[in-house]
């Protein structure tokens, strides 16, 4: 029924059990979004995190990043691109399990700090995670039918995430502080394991990251380089709009829990709403994606996607109750169904498919860079000059790296 709301063309039977793990991947990452990785920010700011610690909270897996992406991205180029995603995302998401236990060995600012490093170290599979997957997608789902994917894909997680974080609201309205909160961190660590479980059938259709001849020297001096040869290619402007994008993206991203909690006052289950709501417009908006992208293509939705995504910071900065917060995820989420399909796939338009592993590592930094400088800087100009004045300058950022992508992407 799901599928028929994106093509009337039946699914070929090569590509049906890829694409059937690839939903269930995404249903269980849905579960651990909607309530672990959901409510981390807001308990953190209910410890009494500041805005420098959330930043860092946030941040930690970009230090990595930055650190390994290329060394990840030659090790990946080495090995098979499907047990490379199976086995990292088992290491990155068994971290999960630590979250559980922290109120009953530390103290709130030991437990900031221990949520801290423990993201620090979840970045070491997360490197070879995020780029692996990206390039076991593209290798596991034909090009014609990747819109297709996509939006079913946001659709699936939009419907578990929003039962998941509704759930996640409720029990932590009514589950003392922190059993709650202890609660909802082992339904996302469950969640996040079964999500590996799925990864680990899906197989590419092609193999464009084969093991290298050892007689190509020349090839293989050229792939233990920085490969700054990336950034001289037509793919560099991309990664120079893109950067563009994700720097305003994250600078926002660190005050909204913050502005949540300590401006608009809302409680666990309104957030739990909120939430909600976004993902269910993100589900009604990922029924259209593969329609809008055959229309307008992947480049235009992402700019035209990533200008409206300058309405959120901006009309939250006039908001003080619960109701505009309510009306601005529904915006939201319509406008993240829009950009959050297309633009991974205007990104893999644009990567040489013989090629992969080193261009998505060098997204992969561009992306990392803008989560570290975002979530660190975004929370001291919100300490500088107020949240809601930082809330419309990045509003702007946004609105202005639409229109780089639109222009020059």
């Not at 994106?6 to 059937?20: A, D, E, K, L």
């Not at 922290?102 to 997360?126: H, K, N």
């Amino acid at each position: 029924m799901i599928r028929r709301l994106f093509s009337g063309t039946p699914v070929p039977q090569p590509y049906r059990s890829n694409f059937n793990h690839l939903y269930w991947d995404i249903g269980w990452f849905g579960v651990l979004s909607g309530s672990a990785a959901n409510f981390l920010g807001v308990y953190a700011a209910r410890l009494g995190a500041t805005g420098f610690q959330i930043g860092l909270l946030g941040s930690m897996g970009a230090v990595i990043s930055l650190l390994i992406a290329l060394p990840a991205a030659r090790w990946i180029e080495r090995r098979r691109i499907d047990r490379v995603v199976f086995w990292t995302s088992i290491a990155y998401r068994l971290f999960y399990l630590l979250w559980i236990p922290l109120p009953w060995l530390l103290d709130a600012q030991g437990q900031i700090w221990a949520l801290i490093v423990i993201a620090l170290l979840m970045g070491i599979p997360g490197v070879p995670l995020g780029v692996g997957f990206n390039i076991l997608f593209a290798s596991a789902v034909p090009e014609d039918w990747r819109a297709h994917v996509a939006g079913i894909r946001n659709v699936v997680f939009s419907i578990v995430f929003i039962l998941s974080s509704l759930a996640s609201g409720y029990l932590l309205d009514h589950l003392p502080f922190p059993v709650g909160y202890q609660l909802v961190f082992g339904i996302g660590a469950f969640g996040a394991l079964m999500s590996s479980y799925h990864l680990y059938f899906i197989r590419p259709l092609e193999r464009s990251n084969a093991p290298l001849p050892k007689t190509d020297a020349f090839a293989l001096e050229k792939r233990t380089t920085l490969r700054l040869d990336v950034w001289k290619s037509p793919f560099g402007r991309v990664l120079l709009v893109l950067l563009a994008f994700h720097l305003a993206q994250y600078l926002a991203i660190p005050l909204f829990p913050l502005y949540n909690v300590n401006v608009l006052k809302l409680t666990d289950a309104q957030i739990g709403i909120g939430t909600a709501l976004f993902y269910l417009t993100v589900l009604l908006g990922s029924t259209q994606l593969a329609r809008l992208a055959r229309r307008f293509g992947h480049h235009r939705l992402t700019a035209w996607g990533v200008m409206a995504m300058s309405l959120y910071p901006t009309i939250l900065a006039f908001s003080r109750s619960v109701f505009p917060y309510y009306a601005l995820q529904i915006l939201g989420g319509l406008v993240w169904s829009v950009v959050g399909g297309a633009q991974p796939n205007y990104l893999l338009e644009r990567v040489p498919a013989d090629d992969r592993p080193a261009h998505l590592a060098w997204y992969s930094i561009v992306v990392n860079g803008c989560v570290l400088f975002g979530s660190l800087v975004g929370a001291a100009i919100g300490g500088w000059i107020g949240l809601g004045t930082a809330l419309l300058v990045f509003g702007l950022l946004r609105l202005l790296a639409g229109l780089a992508i639109w222009k020059w992407g």
